[in-house]
């Protein structure tokens, strides 16, 4: 475990009420007294205790990566609870965010009528953990900025502002034996940014990005995997990198059929494939599974509309909520 810690000039109760109601209200398991209380957080754990007329927070997290998103997570909460005046952190012997990666672009060819293929090389050491998250996201800073530093608090610092910044979540479809290079498969669409750049990248071109994070490798020996184009990325990487003893179903839909993607070493899954054009075919999908195999674990990624619509049916069908995730992956416009 990696560990921050911080000095809030507040007394205890007036920290842990508001960050036990929000951890709470997120679904993470809580312990409270009126002296100390420890948050169980998916990134981290979170202790913090009364020391006198100040509280101070303990971060411990199993990875870098994790402990500099956790920090960033709760300084934002100190700073909309309004302690962030009254703050010390310990600065990490570090100047760029434990979760900032810099590599080099070695490749990028479009390898169906939607997608493009990147290779990217780096150090991805992080990544080849197997309890890191499957997702990062790239860098895309205002023309001419640096990349982000470490502020004197170790705070993630951005040139021009955060909100200047693209930071779009991707996937990582593959990864190198040696953790030094990793493939990334993107969504073509008109107009998108990274769309753009996949189109006029060079070989040497420098990136940054950040990670790894979000939802990890599954565990559950009984899954069942349905998603777009959007979710194709990491559905296949589940496939690819499932132990021996996970089986399952996939239903991936794609806008056309060239996209599919061959995948040499399927295991115990059976992968099918629908066109995306049909808006109701992967609701329509998992209503069926939900009936054959309700037994399974279920992951679904999609546009906003049919990922709510699958929660609403998973909730309805009263399938355990720990053994199911319904994630939007991006919004149609109306």
Known sequence: MSKHQAVLKADAAAVFEPLRRIAEQNGFAVEHSK??????????????EKTGTETTGAFDAPSRAELQMLKELYAQRF????????????????????????????????ISPNFARVRLHGEFTAFAAKTAGLHFRFLFGPKGAAWPTLDENGLTCWPQGVSNWHRPPYTVRKLGKDANWMDVDIVLHEGGRVTEWSKTVKAGDEIALTGPSGSKMPTDQNLDLFGDETALPVILRIIEDAH??????????????????HVSDAGNFKIKWIDMTEPDALVRDLRDSLKTRPEQSVFFAAERRQADAARQLLKDASHPSASYRAASYWTKAT
């Not at 209380?37 to 981290?44: E, K, Q, R, S």
């Not at 009254?86 to 479009?110: D, E, F």
Request: with cysteine; charged share 15%.
């Open 244 to 261: 021996v003893d996970i089986s399952g179903h996939a239903t991936i839909a794609v806008r056309d059929r060239m996209d599919i993607q």
């Open 35 to 48: 002296t100390r209380m420890v948050i169980d957080a998916p990134l981290g754990l979170v202790v913090m």
């Open 79 to 110: 700073d909309n609870l309004g302690f962030a005046d009254g703050i010390v952190w310990n600065a990490p012997r570090a100047s760029t965010p434990l979760n900032q990666v810099i590599c080099k672009v070695s490749s990028c060819a479009q």
